[in-house]
């Protein structure tokens, strides 16, 4: 079973400019999540979706960031202009259930300069 | 209010030691879920184990063991003879019922742990 991917893998960027971060979840998981990890943090929750709505985007910075999953499938989230404090690890986790295990991607590094 | 601490920042062991990693969580539901997950130096995040609310046994998995007692909300994993490839930061999560449906999880800050050969 193919885990859930993500790219680009690092990004690095100047800050006002914009970047966009894909994830592929895994097949048949109604349940996708998109977290921000800080270095030396746990993962705070951006934004979970359930299908292709959105249960929880409470911590998601509606000013400059956005998601969608199209189709119930793959998904985007895009930061648009990108601040200093952006620089994280963006991490996409998908479940079968939301009080499940979550199978998280490899991550994308992003530094903003 | 839902909240997970983990007070360890780091840990360092001795190859062989026995090790343990705290966890205290507070919830104001009767019931939810628990969680351990590894993060290795590589980066990804790896599930190790889930326990509802409402099964305080303890659970043995090779040279891991977790602990669970609700008389102090914890949720403490011990790795018995530790060795180099359990060096990795470790997060204790907790999922929580939402008031609009589906579960909401958090995470603690996490406890580094290294091994040293």
């Known amino acids: 079973e193919a885990g859930v991917a993500q790219s680009p893998r690092y990004k690095i960027i100047e800050k006002r400019q914009s970047v966009a971060f894909w994830c592929n979840p895994i097949?048949?998981?109604?349940?996708l999540y998109w977290y921000q990890q800080i270095l030396g943090q746990g993962p705070k929750l951006l934004i979970q979706?359930?299908?292709?709505?959105?249960?929880?985007d409470s911590q998601l910075p509606k000013d400059r960031f956005s998601a969608e999953r199209l189709k119930g499938v793959d998904s985007t989230l895009k930061i648009q202009p990108a601040k200093l404090e952006d620089s994280a690890v963006y991490l996409c986790?998908?479940?079968?259930?939301?009080?499940?295990?979550?199978?998280f991607g490899p991550g994308t590094r992003l530094t903003v300069l | 209010a839902q909240k997970v601490t983990q007070a360890q920042t780091e840990i360092s062991v001795v190859e062989k030691e026995d090790v343990t990693l705290d966890c205290v969580y507070e919830?104001?539901?009767?019931?939810?879920?628990l969680f351990w997950y590894k993060q290795p130096p590589s980066g990804e995040l790896v599930f190790l184990i889930r326990?509802?609310?409402?099964?305080?046994q303890n659970e043995i998995s090779g040279r891991y063991s977790w602990n669970f007692q609700k008389s102090t909300s914890s949720f403490n994993f011990t790795i018995t003879a530790s060795q180099v490839v359990d060096s990795a930061v470790y997060f204790c999560?907790?999922?929580?019922?939402?008031?609009?449906?589906?579960?909401?999880?958090?995470f603690g800050a996490g406890t580094r742990l290294f091994v040293k050969a």
């Open positions: 979706f359930q299908n292709n709505g959105v249960v929880d």
């Open positions: 097949s048949g998981h109604a349940t």
């Open positions: 326990r509802n609310s409402f099964d305080e």
């Open positions: 986790a998908s479940s079968l259930r939301t009080n499940g295990e979550q199978f």
């Open positions: 999560a907790l999922s929580e019922a939402r008031n609009t449906g589906g579960f909401k999880t958090i």
């Open positions: 919830t104001r539901d009767t019931t939810y879920y």
